[in-house]
T-cell receptor
Framework: DGGITQSPKYLFRKEGQNVTLSCEQN?????MYWYRQDPGQGLRLIYY???????QKGDIAEGYSVSREKKESFPLTVTSAQKNPTAFYLC?????????????FGPGTRLTVT | GQNIDQPTEMTATEGAIVQINCTYQ??????LFWYQQHAGEAPTFLSY????GLEEKGRFSSFLRRSKGYSYLLLKELQMKDSASYLC????????????FGIGTKLQVIP
């Protein structure tokens, strides 16, 4: 079955530590995205990548970094520079289908930093 | 820029019909998405409208009126499992694959 996997589902870290969230897709989609979701807020775009070895900052990229060395993988690193890292992180991918760019989401990683 | 407005919460009764509205402002229109998101889970695709009118898909229908910057999601024969957040989303104009999401409308279905 094709899909997007994110691991782990829950992640706990101490303040000051960097942490990397994984995202893998086998849908053969070109574009991949990272969103952050906080209670009472919508999905906010952190980074996105349209092709391998290329990515762009979204609306809230500060304190985060990404890489896109393979089409299937788009890991997100939450650095110690991110002031409020505790959140629900969602990875997504998309490809044009009948003119739309429906986004397929992974199950998410809930990160708690204390 | 892009701006999306939708109510934050709604309550409806099992078996009833509910309409969730979404208004948007965008410099160029490339369609409108509706997603469903259960608490703690990932959003799942419900519909995509690019032309004016109503598109029906089972118990769910989505309506678009581009000239008004307006869409709604209609849920019929409500079931308890329909309790979820419903996200309205609009693709960026020119940035063909970026999408702006609304805050989401949290729907509670009561017996």
């Amino acid at each position: 079955d094709g899909g997007i996997t994110q691991s782990p589902k829950y992640l706990f870290r101490k303040e000051g530590q960097n942490v990397t969230l994984s995202c893998e897709q086998n849908l053969n989609h070109d574009a991949m995205y990272w969103y952050r979701q906080d209670p009472g807020q919508g999905l906010r775009l952190i980074y996105y990548s349209q092709i391998v070895n290329d990515f762009q900052k979204g609306d809230i990229a500060e304190g985060y970094s990404v890489s896109r060395e393979k089409k299937e993988s788009f890991p997100l690193t939450v650095t110690s520079a991110q002031k409020n890292p505790t959140a629900f992180y969602l990875c997504a991918s998309s490809t044009p289908t009948d003119g739309s760019y429906e986004q397929y989401f992974g199950p998410g990683t809930r990160l708690t930093v204390t | 820029g892009q701006n999306i407005d939708q109510p934050t919460e709604m309550t409806a009764t099992e078996g009833a019909i509910v309409q969730i509205n979404c208004t948007y402002q965008t410099s160029g229109f490339n369609g409108l998405f509706w997603y469903q998101q259960h608490a703690g889970e990932a959003p799942t695709f419900l519909s995509y409208n690019v032309l004016d009118g109503l598109e029906e898909k089972g118990r769910f229908s989505s309506f678009l009126r581009r000239s008004k910057g307006y869409s709604y999601l209609l849920l019929k024969e409500l079931q308890m499992k329909d309790s979820a957040s419903y996200l309205c989303a609009v693709p960026f104009s020119g940035g063909y694959q970026k999408v702006t999401f609304g805050i989401g409308t949290k729907l509670q279905v009561i017996p």
